[in-house]
DNA sequence: CTGTTAGCGCATTCAA
DNA sequence: TTGAATGCGCTAACAG
C-alpha cells in the first residue's frame, strides 16, 4: 500500500547516501555492519524492492530471464512451466515469456530469438523444446546470452541441456512387456528428427537385445508424437495374421497410445487381456483413460526446475537469498567455471524417468516366472 | 546479428538529434515527413529496438505486462496463454510470468500480489482465474494499476473481466440431453464458492424448467471439479435405484465426467447406453477418452486474446503496428474513456461456448421425437 | 518542426 | 568505510 520509496527515500530514513544503500542492497563486502542493519531495517519496513528498470539499465544486468516456449502445444509444458516458475520464483528474477508459433514457418521463430537478442531485456534464456530454432539459441548462447535447453528434440549442440534419460525410459518400458512374458513387442517409433525419438528407440532394443529376442522390423511403426499416429499404428499392427501381430505396444509418447486404444476397440481388441500397451510421457490424463495407461513418466517440473537453476548459476550472481529446497542430483561442483563463459565441456543434465505401473499391460501371461523387482 | 546500435547511434546517422529520433519512434505528430523518413530507413536498416529498460525507466511506462497465472494446475491455462502470448506478440509488449501457487495458503499470492506492485514493473495485469486473490487485484486495478481479470471464479468486482457464458454453456449442455429423451438429468455442481458452477446450474435449471421438467435436489452432486469428485458422484448415482437413477448426467467439468465413466465401468454401466453424459470445458483429452466425450467447449484461446487485447487498449497507446485480426465481438467503442481511468460500468466480455457433441450421449432414446435444430 | 537540457532510479566510479 | 559525481538509454519539458 506504501506509495513507491525509492533508493533516496530509503536513503534519507536512513541517514546515508544512496550509494551506501545500493552496496547494501547488493551484498557488497564494505559496509559497516551497523549501518548495514539500519538500512536492512528500513528497506524492510518499507519494503522497498529496488525497480528491476532502473537496476538494469544503470548495471547492465536485467534480473530478467526469458523462456522460449513452444506455443503451448505441448501437454506437459504446463508441468515445466511450473518448474521454472517456482524455481524463479525463489529469487530476485522475474520471467519473460516468448511464445514460439510452430504453426508458422521457422523464420518466425528466428524473428523472435532475434528480438530476444534487440530488445537485450533478458540476461538468460531457457529454450524449451525448441526444435528446429535450437541451432539459433546456441549461436545467442556463445554470442554471450546464457541459455539453457530443456529438452531439446534436436541433436544437442555445444550449450547447457537438461532433460531425462529417454533411452533408459524406453528400456524400462521395454524391460517391463518383457517381464510380464511378452515376446512380440511392437514399438511406435517418433519422427526420425527427434533425437529423443532414437533414444527412446535405442532404449527398447537394448531390452529386446539383453533378453535374447529378435528385433522385428515389421513391429516398428514411425510417425509424430500424436494421436493418429496411434491410430495408424493401430491398423497397421491389428490387421496383421495373429501369429504375426505383435502381443504387447510401446508407444513412444501416450498420445500416440490414445490413438492405439480407439483403434484396438475398432478391431474388437481388448487392452490388455489381447494387447499389452505401454505409453511415454506420464500426461495427466493417462490415469484418466481406460483402461489406466502404463507409462513412462517424464520428470517435466524438475526438469523445469533444474534447467532455471543452472542458467541461473550461470548468471553467477549471490541471489539466492532464500535458499533452494534440496535437489539430489544437483550439482554446484559441476558448474564451477561458469559466467566467465570459460567452460569446456557442454553441460548436460540427465533426469530419470519413472515406469508407472497401471491397467494397460494387464498380469504376467504364459505363466511367465517373472517378478518384478 | 549487429552489436546493438543505441539511439544515439542511429541519431549520428541519421544526422539528427536523438530527441527525434525519439520522436518517431514514438509516432509523435510534429515531425518532418521527410526527416521521419530517413530515421526510419536507419532504424529499419539497423533493426534498431530501444531499450525496454531505459524506456521504462524514462517514461515511466514499461511497455510490459504482467500475468499472473494459477500454478499451470489447469489443463486449459495453456490454451488461455496461446491466446495471451498471441495477443501480445502483435504489440510492443512483453509478457512477464508471475505465478501463483494455489497449493501455498492466499497469503503467498498476496505477497505475489505485494510484489508485482512492488517492483512496478509491468504496466498491467491480467489475473488468469485469480480465486481468492481477486479481491486484491481488483484494488490494485482501482490503486491504478490497470486489470483485467479472465474467467474468474469468484464473484466478479469493479474490474474488467473476459470470460465464457457459463450459464448458457450448461443451459447448451443439458437441453441436449433433454432433446436427446431425457427427463430425469443429473448435475453435478462445482464449488459453492465458484461462481461459475452456480452459473452452470443456473443454465441447466432453466433448459429443465422450459421443458417442464422438474428439479430433482437428489439428482444434483457437489464437490470439486476434478476427478474424485466425478467418482463420488457417480458412485451416488449409480446405486440409487433403477428407477430413480438418472437416464443422463451433465457434469460441470470434464474431470468430473472422466470420474463418473470410471465408475460406471465398476459397475457395470455403459455410456451412453445405459446413461448420457455430457462434461464442461472441451479439454483435449475429452476427444480421446472412451467413448469420447460430449462437452461444452470453453473458447479458451479467445478468452485470453481478447482479455489482453482489452487491457493493451486500456493502457491506451498508440502500439498497434501490426493489426490484430478480426474479432467479431470486440466493440472498441466500448473502450472509450479508459486510460483516463474514468469509466464507470465494469466491462464485462462474454465470449460464448459452443457443445461438441461426441459420442457419450448417444442418439435419441424412448422415440423422442425432437430433433435437433 | 527540431535541438538542448534535465532527469527517470540505480550502480559505479572517484575522492575523501 | 562512505559521500559526491557521472552515466546507463531513453523520454519529456523547454526553448529556438
Redesign the interface.
Known amino acids: 500500500m506504501a506509495g513507491?520509496p525509492t533508493i533516496n527515500d530509503i536513503a534519507r530514513m536512513a541517514g546515508v547516501s544512496k550509494a551506501t544503500v545500493s552496496r547494501v542492497l547488493n551484498h557488497k563486502p564494505d559496509v559497516d555492519p551497523a549501518t548495514r542493519e539500519r538500512v536492512m531495517r528500513i528497506v524492510e519496513e518499507q519494503?522497498?524492492?529496488p525497480?528491476?528498470?532502473?537496476t538494469?539499465?544503470a548495471g547492465g544486468q536485467?534480473r530478467l530471464i526469458g523462456?522460449l516456449?513452444p506455443?503451448?502445444?505441448w501437454?506437459f509444458?504446463?508441468?515445466i512451466?511450473?518448474g521454472v516458475?517456482?524455481a524463479v520464483?525463489l529469487t530476485p528474477y522475474?520471467?519473460?515469456?516468448y511464445?514460439i508459433?510452430d504453426s508458422r514457418r521457422s523464420d518466425d521463430n528466428i524473428d523472435i530469438l532475434?528480438?530476444i537478442l534487440?530488445?537485450?531485456?533478458t540476461s538468460g534464456l531457457l529454450a524449451i523444446m525448441p526444435g528446429q530454432p535450437s541451432k539459433y539459441v546456441t549461436r545467442l548462447h556463445k554470442y554471450g546470452l546464457p541459455s539453457v535447453i530443456i529438452d531439446d528434440q534436436d541433436k544437442p549442440g555445444d550449450i547447457p541441456w537438461v532433460g531425462t534419460d529417454n533411452k533408459h525410459g524406453g528400456y524400462m518400458a521395454t524391460k517391463h512387456l518383457i517381464e510380464l512374458g511378452h515376446r512380440r513387442i511392437a514399438h511406435i517409433h517418433g519422427l526420425q528428427r527427434y533425437l529423443c525419438s532414437h533414444e527412446r528407440y535405442q532404449g527398447y532394443c537394448q531390452a529386446m537385445q539383453e533378453a535374447g529376442l529378435p528385433l522385428d522390423p515389421q513391429l516398428v511403426f514411425e510417425g509424430e508424437f500424436i494421436?493418429p499416429t496411434g491410430r495408424a499404428a493401430g491398423h497397421y499392427f491389428f490387421s496383421m495374421p495373429p501369429e504375426q501381430r505383435p502381443t504387447a505396444i510401446f508407444a513412444s509418447a501416450d498420445?500416440m497410445a490414445?490413438g492405439v486404444?480407439?483403434v484396438a476397440?475398432e478391431y474388437g481388441i481388448q487392452i490388455p487381456r489381447d494387447v499389452a500397451l505401454v505409453g511415454f510421457d506420464g500426461?495427466?490424463?493417462s490415469a484418466?483413460?481406460?483402461p489406466a495407461l502404463t507409462t513412462v513418466q517424464q520428470p517435466f517440473y524438475e526438469m523445469g526446475r533444474r534447467a532455471t537453476e543452472l542458467l541461473l548459476s550461470m548468471l553467477d550472481k549471490p541471489h539466492f537469498a532464500r535458499k533452494l529446497p534440496d535437489s539430489p542430483a544437483f550439482q554446484p561442483t559441476s558448474l564451477n567455471g561458469f559466467g566467465n563463459n570459460n567452460y569446456q565441456e557442454p553441460i548436460r543434465i540427465h533426469i530419470p524417468s519413472t515406469l508407472i505401473v497401471r491397467e494397460s499391460c494387464g498380469s504376467p501371461r504364459h505363466l511367465s516366472l517373472s517378478t518384478p523387482d
Do not use: C, W
Open positions: 513507491k519494503s522497498f524492492v525497480s528491476i528498470t532502473a538494469g539499465l536485467s523462456a516456449v506455443a503451448f502445444t501437454p509444458i504446463t508441468d512451466m511450473r516458475a517456482e520464483s522475474e520471467l519473460i515469456l511464445s508459433n532475434d528480438h534487440a530488445t537485450k531485456l494421436q498420445l490414445y486404444m480407439a476397440e500426461l495427466d490424463s484418466h483413460v481406460r
